[in-house]
C-alpha cells in the first residue's frame, strides 16, 4: 500500500497542486491584471484546462497507471478517467473563483457614466432617478 501511495497518490497531488496553482497564476497574470489577451471565458476557464488536464495525465501519470498492473485497457482507461477529471475540477472552479474575485467595483454618480468606464466588471450607482 505504500509503494502504491509513493508512486502514484504522491506524484499525482504534486502535479494537481502544481497545475493548480501554475494555471491560475498565469491566467490571473495574463488576463486580469495584464490583460495581454482577452480570449472568450468559457475557452479559457473551462476547455482549455480541460485540454490540458487531458495532457498532463497522458504525459505524467499513464505510465504509473500503468505500472499499478491493474488489469486490462478498459481499466486503465477509467483510471486515468478518473485522474482526469481530479485534476480539472478543481482548476476549473478556481478560474470562476479568480474571475469573479479579481472584478474591480467602480462607483459612479448616474447610470450614464457606465458607458464612458467600460473598464470595470461592478458598479455601484451613488444616485439613480426615474
Known sequence: MIEKLRKLYIP??????????????LN????????LIEPKEELVNIW?????????????????????KIGDKAKEFWG????WLLLTAPVIFGQFYVETKSGK??????PS???????????????YTI
Not at 490571473?28 to 490583460?35: D, E, G, K, S, V
Not at 467595483?105 to 448616474?110: A, G, P, Q, R, S
Open 48 to 68: 482549455v484546462p480541460m485540454g490540458l488536464s487531458g495532457l498532463l495525465v497522458l504525459l505524467f501519470m499513464r505510465s504509473r497507471i500503468k505500472a499499478l
Open 28 to 35: 490571473w497574470l495574463i488576463i486580469y491584471q495584464l490583460r
Open 105 to 110: 467595483l467602480t462607483e459612479v454618480n448616474m
Open 80 to 83: 486515468g478517467f478518473i485522474f
Open 12 to 25: 499525482f497531488l504534486i502535479l494537481s497542486v502544481g497545475y493548480l496553482v501554475g494555471y491560475t497564476l
Open 113 to 127: 457614466e457606465i458607458e464612458k468606464l467600460k473598464d470595470s466588471k461592478y458598479y455601484s450607482i451613488n444616485a
